[in-house]
Protein backbone atom coordinates (compact mmCIF):
# COMPACT_ATOMS: atom_id res chain seq x y z
CA UNK A 1 0.00 0.00 0.00
CA UNK A 2 1.47 3.05 -0.80
CA UNK A 3 -0.77 5.57 1.22
CA UNK A 4 0.84 8.72 2.34
CA UNK A 5 0.19 9.51 5.91
CA UNK A 6 0.51 12.70 7.99
CA UNK A 7 2.71 11.83 11.22
CA UNK A 8 -0.40 11.71 13.42
CA UNK A 9 -1.94 9.00 11.54
CA UNK A 10 1.45 7.01 11.38
CA UNK A 11 1.00 7.25 15.13
CA UNK A 12 -2.40 5.62 14.81
CA UNK A 13 -0.90 2.75 12.51
CA UNK A 14 2.11 1.86 15.15
CA UNK A 15 -0.41 1.52 18.20
CA UNK A 16 -2.94 -0.50 15.89
CA UNK A 17 -0.34 -2.80 14.99
CA UNK A 18 0.66 -3.34 18.45
CA UNK A 19 -3.10 -3.91 19.65
CA UNK A 20 -3.13 -6.93 16.83
CA UNK A 21 -4.50 -5.35 13.78
CA UNK A 22 -2.74 -5.91 10.08
CA UNK A 23 -0.49 -3.17 9.06
CA UNK A 24 -3.16 -3.38 6.03
CA UNK A 25 -5.92 -2.65 8.13
CA UNK A 26 -4.30 -0.20 10.07
CA UNK A 27 -3.27 1.54 7.76
CA UNK A 28 -6.86 1.93 5.48
CA UNK A 29 -8.01 3.16 8.85
CA UNK A 30 -5.44 6.08 9.33
CA UNK A 31 -5.41 7.01 6.11
CA UNK A 32 -9.21 8.09 6.75
CA UNK A 33 -8.21 9.59 9.85
CA UNK A 34 -6.07 12.34 7.70
CA UNK A 35 -6.57 15.29 10.45
CA UNK A 36 -4.48 15.24 13.56
CA UNK A 37 -8.15 15.37 15.72
CA UNK A 38 -9.66 12.25 13.54
CA UNK A 39 -6.47 10.35 14.21
CA UNK A 40 -6.02 11.57 18.03
CA UNK A 41 -10.05 10.36 18.52
CA UNK A 42 -8.79 6.61 17.15
CA UNK A 43 -5.86 6.64 19.31
CA UNK A 44 -7.89 7.58 22.33
CA UNK A 45 -10.85 5.01 20.81
CA UNK A 46 -8.31 1.74 20.45
CA UNK A 47 -6.02 2.41 23.53
CA UNK A 48 -9.29 2.76 25.74
CA UNK A 49 -10.74 -0.38 24.00
CA UNK A 50 -7.87 -2.71 23.42
CA UNK A 51 -8.04 -5.28 20.62
CA UNK A 52 -11.84 -5.21 19.43
CA UNK A 53 -13.31 -6.86 15.57
CA UNK A 54 -12.34 -4.94 12.58
CA UNK A 55 -15.95 -4.25 11.62
CA UNK A 56 -16.02 -1.82 15.24
CA UNK A 57 -13.16 -0.19 14.66
CA UNK A 58 -14.45 0.72 11.06
CA UNK A 59 -17.77 2.21 12.99
CA UNK A 60 -15.70 3.80 15.44
CA UNK A 61 -13.98 5.23 11.85
CA UNK A 62 -16.90 6.44 10.63
CA UNK A 63 -18.51 7.29 13.58
CA UNK A 64 -15.55 9.97 13.96
CA UNK A 65 -16.13 10.93 10.39
CA UNK A 66 -19.35 11.68 10.91
CA UNK A 67 -18.96 14.03 13.63
CA UNK A 68 -15.65 15.53 11.67
CA UNK A 69 -18.23 16.23 9.09
CA UNK A 70 -21.08 17.54 11.64
CA UNK A 71 -18.56 19.98 13.27
CA UNK A 72 -17.34 21.81 9.59
CA UNK A 73 -20.98 22.02 8.89
CA UNK A 74 -21.65 23.51 11.68
CA UNK A 75 -18.65 26.11 11.21
CA UNK A 76 -19.68 26.89 8.01
CA UNK A 77 -23.33 27.62 8.90
CA UNK A 78 -21.57 29.92 11.95
CA UNK A 79 -19.76 31.83 8.94
CA UNK A 80 -22.41 32.05 7.23
CA UNK A 81 -24.33 33.70 9.61
CA UNK A 82 -21.84 36.03 10.67
CA UNK A 83 -21.52 37.11 7.26
CA UNK A 84 -24.92 37.94 7.15
CA UNK A 85 -25.20 38.87 10.33
CA UNK A 86 -22.72 41.44 8.88
CA UNK A 87 -24.46 42.51 6.18
CA UNK A 88 -27.17 43.44 7.89
CA UNK A 89 -25.45 45.14 10.46
CA UNK A 90 -23.62 47.62 8.38
CA UNK A 91 -24.53 47.20 4.41
CA UNK A 92 -22.63 45.32 1.32
CA UNK A 93 -19.35 46.08 0.75
CA UNK A 94 -18.58 47.23 -2.74
CA UNK A 95 -15.01 46.35 -2.60
Known amino acids: MDIKLNK ?3 ELVDIMEREG ?3 EFATLIASE ?3 D ?3 DRM ?4 LRSG ?3 MREV ?3 MLSIKAERDEIKA ?3 LEYNQSVINRVIRYGVDDE
Not at 43 to 46: D, G
Request: glycine residues 0%; proline residues 4%; positive net charge.
Open 51 to 53: YLP
Open 33 to 35: MNT
Open 58 to 60: ADE
Open 43 to 46: IAYI
Open 74 to 76: KKN
Open 21 to 23: YSK
Open 37 to 39: YTA
Open 8 to 10: KSK
